[in-house]
Each structure stands twice: as C-alpha cells, then as structure tokens.
C-alpha cells in the first residue's frame, strides 16, 4: 500500500474546474515529481493535499486513512507538511523561532531541540545565522530556512512546492543535493517542479499534468527519455 | 564646511519658523503665556518658542557637526536665527495688515508677547538677538561630552516640568509639611505663579547632578548586575518588580483624590490596551470597534446593577455578582463578532470592526431598547463595588480595583505570550496561510485573540460603570476605539510595558494639562506624527518589532532562543 493515495480528484477554484480527477500515488522513501507547464495544477494538487483546498470529489489517503475531511492544520498533524511555493518564511522573526514555529504541531520540547539540530546539520549556514532575521536571509537560504521549518514537524510526507524558484542556478542545485541527502535518510517526498530537467534527475518516480489531468506518468528515467517530455518540458528535440 | 550644511541648516532654520509661527497662530503662545515657568522670567508660553528654537539648533548642530564642533555651533545659530526671522516677520505683517479677520488668535497680546512688551523696533532686534542666542546654547549643548549634555538636558526637562506642573505639586504635597515647605520655598511667595529664579536653579542644579552621577556610575551598576549570575539578575529584577509594586500600592496614599482619579482613568485604558494589545498587538487583528465591549461590559454592568428603577429589568445585583455576566457577555460578543470576520484581514477586518463599533453605539442610544437599557438618557444610581463593608466609592478605593484588574489583565497577557497560543498568534501576525501550514487553527486562534481582548475591555467598561455610577451612551464613541489603538502604538505594538507608557503619555499627561484641554487633540496629532517619524517601533517596543527597525543591533546581541513551550 502506498503512503499517500491521490484517487480521481476534482478540485475547483469557484466554477474553474482546475484538478480533473487526478489520480497519484507517493510510495513511503520515494522522491516523486509533479512536472507540468503553469497553470497545469500542480500547485493546486498540492494545496488539496494540505487540505487548504477541499476537493469536491475523489479521495487522498494517508497510510490507508482518508484525508480529505480533515482540516489544514489537522492534516499538519497527521504529518502531511508543505514547504510552500516563494518560500513564504516570517520575515521578522529569527531563524530559529521560524523554526520553532515549523515545529508548532509538536509537543515534546527534548524532539525539538534534537530535529533542530539535525537541521542545523542539514544545513550549517542556518546555524551561523540562527539569530538573523529570516527576512535579512539570502534567497538560498531562505529556501533552506523554508525546507527546515518543514522539517521541523517531521513529515511523514514532505510536499515541496518549486523549491528552485527564483534561485541561482548553483543554489538550485544545493537544494536538490540536499533532498537527495533527505532523500537517502528516508523521508518521502512530493515535488512540484518547473524546472522539469532537474526535478526528473532527483525524482524516483514522476507524473506529467497538463490542464488539471494527469496525462503520463513513469519512473523518472523513462520520463527522461520521453519524445514527448523532451520535446515540450525539457527543451530538447 | 560644505555648503549643502548652511543649506540644511537654513531649511532646518524655515521649518522650525513655521512651526514657531504655527504655535503662535493657534493661540498656545498666548494662552500659554498666562502660566509662568520661572516666575518673572519666563512664561510657557515664551518655553513653547524657546523650545522649537532650541530644537532645530540642536537638530541642525548634530546634523552638520562633523567633526568641526565650531560649524555645529555656527549653523545652530544661523537656524535659531532663521526661526526668530519667521517670528519677526509674522510680527511685522500683523502689525502693518489686521490679520484677526482670518487669524483670530493674531491679538495685540501675542504681539506684546513677541516684542516683550517693547515698541516693536526694539522687540524685533530682541527676538532676532535671541534666536542667535539660543541657537548658539543649542550648538554648545550639542558641543558637549554626552554624560554633561544629558545631565544639562534632564535639567532643563525637569525644570519645566515642575513649572508645568506646580499647581498640583503644590496641592498634592500639602499634607506633608516638611515637604510642602521646601516647595513653597521653590515656588516663591504664594501670589506668584511659576518657580522662583532661585528654585528654579536649585532643581536644574540638583537633577543635573544627579542625572551626571547616574549616567557614571549607572553603566557601572547594570554591568555589575550582567556579571551576575542568572539566579543574581532574576533576584534583582524581581526586587525591582517588587519595588515597582510596593510603590503603585501606596501610590493613592500619597497622591490624594485628584491624582488618584487620573490614575484610575489610566489604569482603565491600561486595562483596555492590554486588551487591544492582544488583538492588535499579538494576534495582528486591526479592531477599530473595541469600543463595543468596553460598552457592552458598562451596559451590562449598568443594567444589572442599578437601582434606578427607571428600566423595565430589575435586577438589583451587587457589583461582584454582575462582573463576571459582563466580562462573560463581552467575552460572547467577541465571539459573535470573530466568527464573520474569521476570513477577513487588513483593511477590510478593520473597517467591518469600525461597523460593529457603530452598530452597538447606535443600539445604546436608540428608542428601541430605551425600556431595557435608557437609551439616550443612560443608566444612572450604578451599583458600587463592596469589599466586606467598605463601599469603594472615593477615587483612592477604586485605584485597588482597578489595580488588581490590571495585575490580572499582566499576568493573563503575559502567562499567553509565551504560550502556544501566543506563538500561534504572532506566526499568525506575520503570515496567516504559513501558520495554517505549520499546522495552526486559524479559528480558535483568531476567536481566542478577539474573546481575550474582549474580556479585558468588557471588565474595564465594568468598572467604569461602577466608578462613575452611570453608564451614558456617549461615552461610547470611536474616539474611544482611536484612543486606546493610539496608546498602544505609542507604547509599542505587542508590548506590555508599551501599553503602560502609552497610557500614561496619551491618557495621563492631557487629564493633568486640563487646562489647555482645547489643543490636546492638536498636541496628540503631532505627537503621533513626530513618533512616526522618529519611534515608530514606540516607546517601549516588543523585540520583534526592535528588531525590525533597528537591524544592525539584532545581529550584534543575539537573542537567546526561548525553550519551546512545553
């Protein structure tokens, strides 16, 4: 049984139907990628995950458990976490209190210094700047400090929403060794991408999405070698 | 010098200008100049004008000063001279042209004020030789090692605000005749308003000298309290807490009635901006209609509580039995009001509270409910709070109960900003789809904000009530609401102390300058602007928002990371 079941679902923002029954599964340890054009539905896949959309058809298991009933924040609990898209860190608090924020849906204070440490070692620049302002933080290292808050409530499953937005290229690639890294150590992750070439290389598995549907999906190395994924999401003909 | 000084200075010199001619214009100048500072010497009226002169010297002096403290000097007087030049040309168009027609405050007393009663030839070459004058103190001031310049400044501050001040130190210190000789001495012969010459240098001398001591062995003292060790800083800011309390305790023992009234007004909007505070402050709830549980908590109070027979209920409860249905009924219309605008942020949240405010002002004064709550015509003959046999009834038995509100409303607003709920509150201020997906519910997190800050404002409006023994519509307006937001921006947005601050500068300092009672919303206007400008983190700010303007400081001291709240 997978760990996260996406089975047929509708979502709709108002009369725009954005999600026609899609359907996706995210294996427990896998790195699975959403690639599609804007607008496809990728991020609107993401937030019906989260529950900050309610579905109006279809169902999302976690672990067996159907999701979609819960609430935002119950679904945080259950640990379905979302880095979201921009990063979207408190600007005005420090590092570490976004991180004791990421943290919010725990209760034992010895986990959260220990899971802050292990982001710290994740990512040592957020130690050295654990007293800056988040809003004072580079790009890159905003998306860290966005990476670590998500972490920080220690996922079941992690969705990751265009972590490379708006990054360097040599920071786009930092972060992506870093999931690989979170990826090696076990955690499970959902990641909606644009940046299809880079998300493909990191990814286990991935689904294609184009207007709301799902309308391929492979392992991520044959999606590489797709005629048609070359053609219109890498760039290669 | 580079000539982009003499030109700052020259602006600086104009603007302070019109802000001298503005002061007098008005009228403070003249009705001011009915009060003496220093008896003989110098009226407010005459501080008012010295003051700005004195400001924009300084202000010019540490703007232009460098490294040359001769130019800071220079261009202090050039703008001290700039600004008398504004006056004197005031003086000489209101002399040539009637100007009362339009500017009815342009009275022969404010010229007579201006030339020092000379004809006018000689009274324009005073102002202008003053206005270099002052402007030089100013630069000299300026000139001076920070420690001696402080102590000058607090000097002069304290003096003033004796002078501003005497006739309720006069009053307040009468019971005490050991004291009340020395101030009587200060004050000169009792016909006289303002301090003598001699008081007058004995209270700068003294506070300069104090002030100068403090500012040496001060940074000593806190250095040796940081050396201490945890336990050591804990006993002392404990002991000074202590202090602190003991002090407020006896504080309506000292003051006497008048005082302790004015402390109890500033202690209800403490009481109030907590409150808002929680709202505002903590949660980043804009409320524009806090006005409504304050009413709510009086009317509610009112109604339950009096015995003037002149509403359709009767209830007849003592205060202690209706205070908790009034914070409880407040608490109830938190709610009710929390739940449409749960999905409402900024100006749109802002403006539905401002309605809500309105709507329950409206339902107080209209016919409709007059049978059950006396519309227009109020509550009157309102139930006093008892403790045992004593009726709280005089100024100084209700500061106890007001007192021990505002210790409550502390220790509530405390106890939850460091608690889960006040995490989720401030990740909620900074980002309201974040804190949903850090697992936050956005629900109960905005209810609770608006039920606390309800609560807070129910009891104040509760005793309020019972402190007046009415309960008048009209006491519920916007003004209201505008007030205790202003304080707290004053004090400093999610700060406690800031809430204290603020309402002893907007609240406290007005209601004892009644007197000039007419320019205290100009003063409060340009109070607010100049904060805006200068503080606007306020007075006493919470870290987060220190941090946020004051960046370079924020990395220097790192912020010891608070253990997560179990």
């Not at chain 2, 010297?57 to 540490?62: D, E, M, N, V």
Request: contains cysteine; charged residues 15%.
């Amino acid at each position: 049984m997978a760990l996260l079941e996406v089975e047929n679902v509708h979502t709709y923002y108002g009369n725009i139907h954005a999600l026609k029954g899609v359907s996706l599964t995210v294996n427990e340890g896998e790195i699975v990628t959403l690639i599609g054009a804007n607008g496809a539905g990728k991020s609107t896949m993401l937030k019906t995950i989260s529950g900050l959309l309610r579905p109006r058809e279809g169902t999302i298991r976690l672990a067996g458990e159907e999701m979609s009933h819960y609430k935002a924040h119950e679904i945080v609990g259950k640990g379905v976490v979302q880095v979201p898209e921009g990063r979207k860190i408190f600007g005005r608090l420090t590092v570490t209190e976004n991180l004791e924020m990421g943290a919010f849906s725990k209760v034992d204070g010895a986990a959260i210094a220990e899971d802050m440490q292990r982001v710290f070692a994740l990512f040592p620049r957020l130690k050295e700047r654990r007293h800056q302002l988040g809003g004072t933080l580079s790009g890159g290292e905003q998306q860290m400090l966005a990476t670590g808050r998500g972490l920080m409530a220690r996922p079941r499953v992690l969705l990751m929403d265009e972590p490379s937005m708006g990054l360097a290229p040599i920071l786009v690639q930092s972060i992506f060794a870093t999931l690989q890294q979170l990826h090696r150590a076990g955690t499970t992750i959902l990641l909606v991408e644009q940046n299809a070439r880079i998300a493909l290389q990191v990814a286990d598995r991935g689904y294609v999405i184009q207007t709301g549907e799902v309308i391929l999906s492979d392992t991520a190395e044959n999606l590489r070698r797709n005629e048609m994924v070359r053609k219109a999401y890498l760039g290669i003909s | 010098m580079a000539k982009s000084n003499w030109l700052g200075a020259i602006r600086l010199g104009l603007i302070g200008g019109v802000i001298a001619v503005l002061v007098a214009l008005v009228g403070m100048v003249e009705v001011f100049g009915e009060r003496d500072i220093v008896a003989g010497v110098i009226s407010m009226g005459q501080t008012l004008l010295v003051l700005t002169v004195l400001l924009v010297g300084y202000i010019t002096a540490s703007r232009t000063a460098g490294s040359q403290r001769l130019v800071g000097v220079a261009s202090g007087a050039l703008a001290g001279l700039l600004t008398s030049a504004m006056l004197v040309v005031l003086l000489l168009i209101g002399k040539a042209v009637n100007l009362r027609p339009v500017l009815i405050n342009a009275s022969p007393v404010l010229y007579k004020i201006l030339t020092f009663g000379q004809d006018t030839g000689t009274g324009v070459l005073i102002l202008l030789a003053l206005g270099l004058v002052i402007g030089v103190v100013a630069g000299i001031i300026h000139w001076l090692p920070p420690r001696v310049r402080g102590a000058v400044i607090a000097g002069l501050l304290l003096v003033g605000l004796i002078g501003l001040l005497q006739d309720l130190l006069r009053v307040t210190l009468a019971p005490f005749p050991e004291v009340s000789k020395a101030v009587a001495w200060m004050f000169g012969s009792k016909g006289q308003k303002g301090l003598s010459v001699a008081g007058a240098i004995v209270v700068f001398t003294v506070v300069a000298a104090v002030s100068y001591l403090w500012a040496a062995q001060g940074n000593n003292l806190q250095r040796r309290v940081r050396a201490l060790p945890p336990s050591g800083q804990r006993a002392v800011r404990w002991g000074s807490l202590a202090l602190a309390f003991a002090m407020l305790l006896v504080w309506p023992q000292v003051a006497g009635p008048y005082l302790s009234d004015v402390s109890n007004q500033v202690g209800l909007f403490i009481l109030a901006g907590l409150g808002l505070n929680i709202v505002v402050g903590f949660a980043g709830l804009l409320d524009l209609g806090y006005v409504a549980f304050f009413a709510i908590g009086a009317y509610v109070m009112g109604v339950m509580t009096t015995t003037g027979g002149e509403i359709a209920t009767n209830f007849q409860w003592t205060f202690w039995e209706a205070l908790p249905v009034a914070v409880g009924a407040s608490v109830l219309m938190g709610v009710i009001l929390g739940i449409p605008v749960l999905k409402m942020r900024g100006d749109y949240l802002a403006i539905v509270t401002l309605g809500f405010g309105e709507i329950i002002r409206i339902l107080a004064i209209s016919d409709f409910l007059k049978p059950y709550e006396g519309g227009s015509l109020g509550i009157v003959l309102v139930g006093k709070p008892t403790l045992g046999s004593l009726v709280m009834e005089t100024p100084q038995s209700l500061y106890y109960l007001i007192f021990a509100g505002c210790l409550l409303a502390v220790f509530i607003s405390w106890r939850l900003r460091d608690s889960r709920v006040g995490r989720a509150w401030k990740a909620m201020r900074e980002d309201e789809d974040v804190a949903q997906a850090m697992g936050m519910n956005l629900v109960t997190t905005k209810l609770l904000a608006f039920a606390t800050g309800a609560a807070f404002s129910g009891l104040a409006g509760a005793i309020f009530a019972a402190k007046l023994s009415t309960v008048y519509p009209h006491s519920f307006t916007l003004l209201y609401s505008i007030n205790v937001l202003s304080l707290i921006i004053v004090g400093g947005m999610g700060s406690l102390p800031g809430v204290f601050v603020g309402a002893l500068v907007l609240v406290g300092l007005p209601e004892l300058l009644r007197e000039f009672s007419e320019y205290r919303l100009l003063m409060y206007g340009a109070l607010l602007i100049v904060m805006m400008l200068t503080r606007p983190e306020g007075f006493w700010p919470e870290a987060t928002h220190r941090r946020e303007f004051h960046e370079e400081e924020a990395v220097v001291e790192p912020v010891p990371s608070s253990a997560p709240a179990p």
